[in-house]
């Protein structure tokens, strides 16, 4: 027995950020909206410069050692993170997660287990990257969304938000009780198609038309391998979720 506690009540997501204004639409519109509405999440947004002490709420400083681009100061986060999530240690109930560069890979393994979650905080970083005192002060974990380079958390924070919140139970057809069968097809979608038959030219694969479900569901996996194989060989070459 044992197993992940089924959640009673809504999930809670914080966002620490300095560009709340960011956030605005993301959290009213489509299926974080719907989430939100129907009160299987509680998102709340903050502005990092709400902690801050001085005349120019000031964030950032320069590098200890030189280098290029600005530093996160460590006061303001770790005041802000203790005072939304508590501070780090065993009575804490939140998971507080920092978006980085320097993060694990988020993926849809992660995803499952950050929604599993009563109450995530996330941080997004800004700036060349955050004083390693406030991360090991305040910080749980850090995530990327891969291996490519924004300008900072926010956007990450998003996809993190949006991967999460469609797999809270209650939001979009998922069962109430989300025993959340950890099923990863490691497959991309074959092509697919709607109405007209025939659009400039063009004609719906004739199989899908047959209505021979046993050769449909044939074609569509062999349409399926074939794109796999083409344009994403790491999912099929066996490297089962690790490495890559
Ligand atoms: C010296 C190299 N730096 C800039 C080119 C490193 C760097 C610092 C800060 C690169 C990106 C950022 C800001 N990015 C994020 O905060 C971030 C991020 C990302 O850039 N890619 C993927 N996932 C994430 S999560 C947070």
Redesign the pocket.
């Known amino acids: 027995m044992e197993g992940r506690p089924l959640r009673v009540d809504a999930m809670r997501l914080d966002v620490v950020t300095i560009h709340p204004g960011l956030f605005g639409p993301f959290l009213d519109e489509a299926m974080v909206g719907i989430a939100r509405r129907k009160g299987a999440a509680k998102l709340a947004v903050h502005d990092l410069r709400d902690w801050t002490h001085d005349r120019h709420r000031s964030v950032d400083d320069t590098p200890y050692g030189g280098g290029?681009?600005m530093v996160m100061k460590p006061e303001p986060l770790v005041e802000a993170i203790e005072a939304i999530a508590g501070p780090k240690g065993p009575e804490r109930k939140a998971h507080v997660v920092l978006?980085?560069?320097q993060?694990r890979r988020l993926d849809q393994v992660r995803l499952e287990e950050l929604a599993g979650r009563e109450h995530l905080v996330l941080v997004?970083?800004?700036?060349?990257?955050v004083d390693q005192r406030a991360i090991d002060l305040a910080v749980d974990e850090e995530?990327?969304?891969?291996?490519?380079?924004?300008?900072?958390?926010e956007?990450?924070?998003m996809a993190l938000i949006e991967g999460v919140v469609r797999l809270l139970p209650g939001v979009l057809g998922n069962p109430e009780s989300a025993e959340s069968e950890s099923f990863h097809e490691d497959l991309l979608e074959g092509p697919q198609y709607t109405r007209p038959a025939v659009y400039r030219d063009r004609a719906v694969p004739e199989v899908l038309r047959s209505g021979n479900h046993a050769e449909v569901e044939r074609w569509r996996n062999e349409r399926a391998r074939e794109r796999t194989r083409e344009r994403r060989p790491d999912l099929v070459s066996g490297a089962q979720g690790d490495e890559r």
Request: charged share 10%; with cysteine; aromatic share 8%.
């Open positions: 290029p681009g978006l980085s560069p993060g997004c970083g800004r700036y060349e990257g995530v990327s969304v891969g291996d490519y380079v924004l300008s900072g958390g956007v990450p924070a």
